[in-house]
């Protein structure tokens, strides 16, 4: 069996992964709030831990792997957008209008998760299915001395939990003198957080034994993976920026319930995105929704295979470079497959197992730029086999490819991206020269990866030789390589390089 290895931030350190039952891997994932679109940062959880899912069902079966990612209905934001709703005259409730806003909102969010080609996880649980099971957590913190009741609310005491920062390796000492929190008068201390807090005549609301009211966000995701997958489960993820106060929160309430070996084993965070090299922001212009991206005309497939260029633990940076690099190999992989490849027997790789070496690229920590070096090599032999069962288990679907990509040839009038997209007409010589530098300076940037970890730099130097002698200009940083045409640029030699 291929031996997983994943980097646990609750250790500091990459790990073996040895599944509590290899018949029943499990893995939580913290889902959206559901109020708005999911912008393309939200996508990136989405995707890393849909790779992941992938890779555990290669390894111990389809049936023996459970993916639970959450739909968070109930919040203050959520609160916010229904009551903006009903200000401007709609019909309805808060209650209701709260319940027409969520409905809508998760099936956006599976509509658009399902265009980046990501599977939906075996359950999707709603934080409101489970209120009675945050109740009774409440109730039992409060017995074992973990949380307290003051004016309607219901708080966990960061004191009484002896590992409380362990997992984002902050001390209390150290939270508290930082503190940007509510210092409210019933808060013992300042770090204390939120399991239950009172609603009003019109806010959404469940009876409990502090009163009508309704559970912080911290405490829904531990009742719901308890309720789910018991008090011990393997992997939880998230984005980064979850990590604390989030997570933190999550595990200091779960395992006071029980003990500190209790609730997840591994613990996983993808770190942040950013567009053209900037902080996503409203203000910059530079926000975007998957939906808006989609609308621009970049197909879902770009979008995944750009994400899965940059390793999880690292910042990622969308850019539109990228997005033409990510178009070019994925027509030129349709291009090969052919309309014909549907006929064939190994098509979407059914019976054929993807090639050892890139189910192990992707068990190093879930090596997704090494397993794009892989796909590109697998291209430039033809190997339609390996090329489709890889491709497959990172989220492609052979046919899906083909029917978006094979039909535009390098020369028509139309691009992949879309005919005339911000004004601009592709398809050109010109376009696809650029196309084509592009592609190999991603080869090139792959290969010089690999090569850092090998020390083997044979090819790379044979490639950027080529290169030259193709009277390309080849200027290589720590952060990127860049392609330009230089003097006696010849197109035609840079054919036997792809």
């Given at each position: ?33 559901v ?17 992941l ?5 290669e ?27 009903k ?12 319940q ?15 265009a980046?080609?990501n ?21 039992m ?25 362990s ?6 000492d ?11 008068p ?8 939120v399991?239950?807090?009172?609603s009003?005549?019109?806010q ?9 009211g ?10 719901m ?21 989030h997570?933190?929160?999550e ?8 003990s500190?070996?209790?609730f ?24 975007f929704?998957v939906?808006?991206l ?6 879902g497939?770009v ?11 690292k ?10 690099e990510?178009?070019?190999?994925l ?12 006929s064939k ?15 192990e ?7 997704t ?18 090329l489709?069962s890889s ?7 052979v ?13 028509s009038s ?7 997209r911000r ?21 090139l940037?792959?290969?010089r990866?690999?090569?850092m ?5 044979s090819k ?11 009277g ?10 860049e ?6 640029f010849?197109?035609?030699k840079?054919?036997?390089?792809l």
């Amino acid at each position: 069996m291929t031996e997983i290895k994943l980097y646990n931030t609750k250790t500091r350190k990459k790990e073996v992964f040895t599944p509590l039952d290899a018949k029943d891997v499990r893995m939580y994932v913290c889902g959206p709030t559901v109020y708005d679109r999911a912008h393309i940062g939200n996508a990136r959880p989405v995707i890393v831990f849909d790779v992941l899912y992938r890779l555990l069902r290669e390894v111990y079966g389809a049936d023996h792997v459970r993916y639970a990612r959450n739909f968070t209905d109930v919040d203050d934001k959520i609160n916010a957008t229904a009551a903006a709703r009903k200000a401007a005259g709609a019909a309805g409730t808060l209650e209701e209008l709260v319940q027409e806003r969520t409905d809508e909102t998760i099936a956006w969010y599976l509509e658009d998760m399902g265009a980046l080609g990501n599977l939906e996880p075996d359950h999707a649980p709603r934080a409101t299915e489970y209120i009675q099971e945050m109740v009774d957590m409440s109730a039992m913190l409060i017995e074992q001395g973990h949380a307290y009741a003051a004016e309607g609310h219901v708080l966990f005491d960061v004191t009484s939990y002896e590992n409380y920062g362990s997992l984002s390796g902050r001390s209390v000492d150290d939270m508290i003198a930082g503190a940007r929190v509510e210092v409210a008068p019933y808060k013992r201390n300042p770090m204390d957080f939120v399991l239950w807090k009172p609603s009003d005549a019109e806010q959404p609301g469940w009876d409990s034994p502090w009163g009508r009211g309704r559970p912080g966000w911290h405490i829904e995701c531990s009742a719901m993976a308890e309720k789910l997958f018991g008090k011990r489960f393997d992997i939880h993820g998230g984005g980064l920026d979850l990590a604390f106060p989030h997570h933190e929160n999550e595990k200091a309430q779960s395992c006071a319930c029980g003990s500190e070996e209790d609730f997840a084993q591994v613990w996983m965070h993808n770190e942040m995105l950013q567009v053209e090299g900037k902080k996503m922001s409203k203000s910059l212009g530079n926000f975007f929704s998957v939906r808006e991206l989609i609308e621009q005309g970049y197909p879902g497939e770009v979008i995944r295979f750009v994400f899965l260029g940059t390793h999880y633990r690292k910042p990622m940076d969308w850019t539109e470079k990228k997005a033409k690099e990510a178009e070019a190999t994925l027509r030129k992989a349709a291009q090969l497959f052919g309309a014909d490849t549907l006929s064939k027997p190994w098509c979407g790789s059914l019976d054929v197992p993807p090639p050892q070496e890139f189910v192990e690229a992707l068990a190093s920590d879930l090596n997704t730029s090494l397993a794009l070096t892989l796909i590109k090599r697998y291209l430039k032999e033809e190997s339609e086999s390996k090329l489709a069962s890889s491709l497959k288990l990172l989220g492609f679907e052979v046919g899906s490819l083909i029917e978006a990509f094979a039909s535009f040839e390098s020369s028509s009038s139309k691009n992949i991206l879309g005919e005339s997209r911000r004004g601009r007409t592709f398809g050109s010589t010109a376009d696809l020269d650029a196309n084509r530098l592009a592609e190999l300076a991603e080869t090139l940037r792959h290969g010089r990866d690999e090569a850092m970890r090998t020390k083997d730099f044979s090819k790379v130097d044979k490639l950027k030789a080529a290169l030259i002698a193709a009277g390309v200009e080849v200027r290589m940083s720590k952060e990127s390589v860049e392609l330009s045409e230089g003097v006696g640029f010849d197109p035609s030699k840079l054919e036997d390089l792809l």
